[in-house]
């Protein structure tokens, strides 16, 4: 079974800092998602990478697919109130799946 | 984008009833939905994946005959709960794939509470 493993789990900071979060597996993944989810709402999703190296901007939101196609990272520059949320990343098993496994998410706080 | 909806938002319900949750994609067609369970502080948990026009394919663990799950059209999924009980109080979402690298669009949640 291919795992999704997240870090930080949790993460409290103040505005204005900068922030990483990681999505680290042992297996290739064919894309990566990164989704945000806030308190008693369903995840929306922030991006798609399928290319290995591939870098995507999302105003101040960055995100990387490794070489490899086996990590990724989310990265937030000068982090806002309304950052705050539960960030997952998920990807496709492979093997022709249509299935999606998640990690197991980085809850965000950011104080004001 | 693409738009999932599910209705009701919130249900609460006695112990032994049954629930309907509807999930709907609003302005694609989905072939392929999904529905997951989510507890408090956690992350999602796939139950099963729905097949328009077929039997749904169950994750390891998951009752087929107390979650029943229906896929009769493109557009819509609904997950019936069978003889509720307190302990299948969640967080239930469903989401749709649309074509390209796996990408699934996620519906707002139910919100289910048996009492």
């Known amino acids: 079974t291919q795992l999704l493993e997240q870090s930080p789990q949790f993460l409290s900071i103040q505005e204005g800092e900068n922030l990483t979060v990681y999505c680290n597996s042992s297996?290739?993944?064919?894309?990566l998602q990164w989704y945000r989810q806030e308190p008693g709402e369903g995840p929306v999703l922030l991006v798609t990478?399928?290319?290995?190296?591939e870098v995507k901007k999302l105003k101040r939101l960055t995100f990387q697919f490794g070489d490899a196609r086996k990590d990724s990272s989310l990265h937030i520059t000068a982090a806002q109130p309304g950052d705050t949320g539960l960030y997952l990343c998920?990807?496709?098993?492979?093997?022709?799946?249509?299935?999606?496994?998640f990690g197991k998410g980085t809850k965000l706080t950011v104080n004001p | 984008g693409a738009v999932v909806s599910q209705h009701p938002s919130w249900v609460i319900c006695k112990s032994g009833t049954s629930v309907k949750i509807e999930c709907r994609s609003l302005?694609?067609?989905?072939?392929?939905m999904f529905w997951y369970r989510q507890f408090p502080k956690q992350s999602l948990m796939l139950m099963a994946t729905?097949?328009?026009?077929?039997?749904?394919?169950?994750e390891q663990g998951v009752e087929k005959d107390k979650f029943l799950i229906n896929h009769a059209s493109l557009t819509l999924s609904t997950l019936t709960v069978t003889s509720a009980h307190p302990e299948d109080s969640s967080f239930y979402i469903c989401?749709?794939?649309?074509?390209?690298?796996?990408?699934?669009?996620f519906g707002p949640g139910t919100r289910l509470t048996v009492l």
């Open positions: 990478v399928v290319t290995g190296g």
């Open positions: 297996s290739v993944f064919s894309s």
């Open positions: 302005d694609f067609q989905a072939t392929t």
């Open positions: 989401s749709a794939r649309v074509q390209g690298p796996g990408t699934q669009y």
């Open positions: 998920a990807g496709p098993p492979g093997g022709g799946s249509e299935k999606l496994v």
């Open positions: 729905s097949n328009e026009g077929s039997k749904a394919t169950y």
